[in-house]
C-alpha cells in the first residue's frame, strides 16, 4: 500500500478509536486503556533504542570483531533467537535475582525485548552489509580509506537503505512482542485489557479499542519507516530502478 | 639512473593450487606509461591488484619508489607490513576500474571531496577547490550535484577518474576502464586519459584491449600470457613486428575481432 493509503488506513482507525470512546460503553475503559498504552509505546521505544544498538554492534563484532568478541556476538545473537522472548523476560526478571542481580520490571522488559529484537536484527544488519558490492570497498581501498572510514562513510550507508524495509518488520515484531510484558507485572495495554475484561466481562467493546490501538501504533511505525526509507533512498533506489 | 616509481620483483600470485603470476619481474620508470595487453585470464588485472594492495602476493617484492609495498624492513630483513606503513605507501597510487565503483549514495562532488577531507584532511573548501578542477578537467564540472545513477557510463567513469586524480597519486592504474561502456561513449574516457598522460611526471598502467589507443598512448606494452610477461617493448615495434609467435597470434586474434 502508498504511503497516502497507509495515512488514510490510520486516519480511519484513530477516527473509529475517538468515536467509539464517546459512546456509553466504552467511554469507562478509556483512561485505563490510556495508562497502558502509554506503557506499551514507552517500552516499545526504549526497547528499538537497544535493539538498534545491539544490532548494528553484534553484527559489527560478527564480521570484523576479534575473534573472542566475534564469538561473543554469535553466542548472544544465537542465545537471544534460539529462546522464547518469554523465557528471556523471566530469566532477566524473575532468574537473574537469584544470582544476585535484581531488575526494575521496567528495566528487564525493556532489556529483554530489546536483546531480543537485536539478536534478529544483527543477522539484519549483517545481511545489509554483505550485500553491498565488494567493488565498493574496493574503491575505499584504493582511495586509501581506513576500514573505519570505509565502513562508517561508505559501507554502512549504504546498507542503512537496504536495511530499513525489514527493521519495519522487527518493529512491528517489536510492539507485538511487549504483550508479554504483563507477565512481568508490568501493566501495558494488554494487561490492562485482561484486567478490565476479568471484572467487567465486556470483551467485545475492550478488545475491540485494544486491537484499534494497537493498530494504530503499528501503522505510525509502518508509515514512519516508509518516510525514512524515502529520505535515505536518495541515490541509491534510483540506482537500484535504473 | 634514477630509482623505478615500481618496480614487481619475483613476484609470485596463487589462488589455491593455481599459479597466476609466475615470477614476475617489471620495472616502470617515473612518468612512463605503460599498456598492459594479453588475453582474458592471463593475469593482467591482477597486477594492477596487486600494486593496489586489493590482492595479496604470495612471493616476491613489489616496491614503490624503492619502498616495498606490503613489506617493511626490519633488520635487513623483509617481514609482513602492518597498516600504517601499507596506507603510507598506497597513498602513491590510485586505480580507476572497469565498473567505475562510484559511491551511488553521493554527487559527483562529493565523492571526490571524500577521500581528500576525511584521509588527507584537507578542509572542505580545499577539497572543493580541488574536486572542480578535476570535474572541469574530465568535462563534468556542471554535473557536480548529479548521482551516479544520473549519469551515463563515460560520465560516471569520468568522475571517478577525478575522484582518483584528487588524492594526488603518483601512479595511477586503469583496468580496462572503457569495457563497460556503450562504444559511443569509449571515445570521451580515453580523451581525458590522453590529456592525463600529457602530464609527464603521472605514472600511468593501463590494461587494456584498445590496441589503437595503446599504440599511440604508451611508452611499452607488456604482452601476457599465462601469468608472464611474453613480450615488452616499444609500441611501435610491437604492433608492427611482434616478435613472439603468442603476441603475433593474439593481435591477429583481436584484429580479426575488429
Ligand atoms: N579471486 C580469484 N579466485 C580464483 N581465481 C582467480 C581469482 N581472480 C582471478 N583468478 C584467476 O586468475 C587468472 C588471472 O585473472 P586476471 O588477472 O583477472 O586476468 P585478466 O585480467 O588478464 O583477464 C584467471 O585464470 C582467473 O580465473
Ligand atoms: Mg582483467
Redesign the pocket.
Known amino acids: 500500500m502508498g504511503l497516502r493509503g497507509l495515512a488514510g488506513l490510520l486516519a480511519l482507525t484513530i477516527a473509529t478509536i475517538w468515536y467509539l470512546s464517546g459512546l456509553e460503553d466504552y467511554r469507562i475503559f478509556v483512561p485505563g486503556l490510556a495508562q497502558g498504552a502509554a506503557m506499551t509505546v514507552q517500552i516499545t521505544a526504549a526497547a528499538a533504542v537497544l535493539a538498534v544498538t545491539a544490532a548494528l554492534v553484534a553484527a559489527l563484532l560478527k564480521l570484523y570483531g576479534p575473534a573472542p568478541l566475534r564469538w561473543l556476538a554469535v553466542t548472544y545473537i544465537e542465545i537471544f533467537r534460539g529462546t522464547s522472548a518469554l523465557v528471556q523476560l523471566f530469566w532477566l526478571y524473575f532468574v537473574l535475582p537469584v544470582f544476585g542481580i535484581t531488575l526494575e520490571a521496567y528495566t528487564a522488559a525493556v532489556i529483554g525485548i530489546g536483546l531480543n529484537i537485536g539478536a534478529y536484527g544483527a543477522e539484519v544488519v549483517r545481511g545489509a552489509i554483505v550485500a553491498v558490492p565488494r567493488g565498493q570497498w574496493e574503491a575505499t581501498v584504493a582511495l586509501n580509506m581506513s576500514r573505519a572510514q570505509a565502513l562508517r562513510r561508505i559501507i554502512l550507508p549504504q546498507a542503512f537503505a537496504a536495511m530499513i524495509p525489514p527493521w519495519g518488520n522487527l518493529f512491528i515484531e517489536l510492539l507485538k512482542t511487549t504483550a508479554l510484558v504483563s507477565m512481568i507485572t508490568l501493566g501495558d495495554l494488554a494487561f490492562r485489557a485482561q484486567q478490565m475484561n476479568q471484572t467487567t466481562m465486556k470483551t467485545v467493546q475492550i478488545f475491540t479499542l485494544v486491537l484499534l490501538i494497537y493498530l494504530a501504533m503499528s501503522l505510525v511505525i509502518t508509515i514512519a519507516m516508509r518516510l525514512l526509507e524515502r529520505r535515505a533512498g536518495r541515490g541509491i533506489l534510483r540506482a537500484r530502478a535504473a | 639512473m634514477t630509482e623505478p616509481m615500481v618496480s614487481f620483483e619475483n613476484v609470485t600470485k596463487r ?2 593450487t ?1 599459479t ?1 603470476l609466475d615470477n614476475l619481474n617489471l620495472t616502470i620508470g617515473r612518468g612512463e606509461k605503460v599498456a598492459i595487453i ?10 594492477l ?1 596487486m600494486l593496489m594492495t586489493l590482492e595479496t602476493i604470495d612471493g616476491g617484492v613489489i616496491r614503490v619508489e624503492g619502498e616495498p609495498l606490503t613489506h617493511m624492513e626490519r633488520g635487513g630483513k623483509l617481514v609482513p607490513a602492518d597498516q600504517a606503513h601499507i596506507r603510507k605507501v598506497r597513498a602513491k597510487i590510485g586505480m580507476v576500474f572497469q565498473s567505475f565503483n562510484l559511491f551511488p549514495h553521493m554527487t559527483a562532488l562529493q565523492n571526490c571531496i571524500e577521500a581528500p577531507m576525511k584521509v588527507l584532511g584537507l578542509s572542505r573548501e580545499k577539497a572543493e577547490a580541488r574536486a572542480m578542477d578535476l570535474l572541469d578537467m574530465v568535462g563534468m564540472a556542471n554535473r557536480r550535484d548529479y548521482y551516479p545513477s544520473q549519469l551515463s557510463g563515460g560520465q560516471q567513469q569520468r568522475v571517478a577518474i577525478a575522484r582518483a586524480l584528487a588524492m594526488r597519486p603518483k601512479v595511477m592504474l586503469f ?1 580496462e576502464v572503457t569495457s563497460a561502456l556503450d562504444p559511443e561513449l569509449v571515445g570521451e574516457v580515453l580523451q581525458v586519459i590522453r590529456k592525463l598522460g600529457a602530464e609527464h611526471d603521472l605514472t600511468m598502467l593501463m ?1 587494456t584491449h584498445q590496441m589503437g589507443f595503446a599504440k599511440e598512448f604508451a611508452d611499452r606494452v607488456c604482452f ?1 600470457h599465462s ?1 608472464r610477461i611474453c613480450e615488452e617493448g616499444e609500441p611501435q615495434a610491437f604492433f608492427t613486428n611482434p616478435q613472439n609467435e603468442r603476441s603475433r597470434q593474439f593481435l591477429r586474434a583481436v584484429l580479426e575481432a575488429g
Open positions: 589462488y589455491g593455481l597466476v594479453g588475453p582474458s585470464g592471463s593475469g593482467k588485472t591482477t597486477v591488484r583496468d590494461v601476457f601469468g
